[in-house]
């Protein structure tokens, strides 16, 4: 476990980079081919936390360490955090020669009470540019029915109900 420098998730077809500032791990780098997908002039929150009426995120958690595990063309990176309260793990998987990677935090209350009203499980502030942006939705009998709108603001995908079922997907 590391809690200074430089941590990567890097593979043939994805570059992915934390760097740690002090008590602050900050995504660096996101991209493919020599192409970053972050904003240049945007620190990106990489996931939010809405707790006791406080957005919360890797800007104002305290870091506390990283480590990465490895098998089988997977790599596994964990990045922890701490709140007033309440402690974040961020998990990232990243597939071998694929730019695909999965994302989920694990959020543990150091307290009896801890009201959570939303959970962002990824932020990316991007460069303005032309994209689409592929989703799917569901509803009784349309199963993974995929839907594709030009991407020109802020979008939110969410679902209340944690499982794969009518509405979007988690």
Not at 95 to 108: G, P
Not at 115 to 123: A, E
Not at 140 to 148: L, M, N
């Amino acid at each position: 476990e590391t809690a200074m420098g430089i941590h990567s998730l890097t593979s043939s077809q994805l570059s992915l980079e934390y760097h740690v500032s002090g008590h602050r791990l900050k995504l660096h780098d996101y991209g493919v081919n020599g192409i970053s997908w972050l904003h240049p002039e945007s620190s990106t929150g990489v996931f939010a936390v809405y707790a006791m009426g406080q957005r919360w995120d890797v800007n104002n958690l305290t870091f506390r360490g990283y480590k990465t595990q490895a098998d089988q063309g997977l790599q596994h990176g964990i990045a922890t955090f701490v709140g007033e309260g309440f402690e974040v793990e961020q998990h990232v998987l990243a597939y071998e020669n694929s730019a695909l990677i999965e994302q989920w935090q694990v959020i543990r209350a150091k307290s009896d009470s801890l009201s959570i009203t939303r959970m962002d499980s990824y932020v990316l502030n991007i460069p303005q540019s032309d994209y689409e942006l592929l989703y799917f939705d569901s509803d009784w009998g349309q199963e993974f029915e995929s839907s594709r709108v030009q991407l020109r603001s802020k979008v939110i995908l969410e679902t209340h109900k944690g499982r794969s079922s009518k509405g979007q997907h988690p």
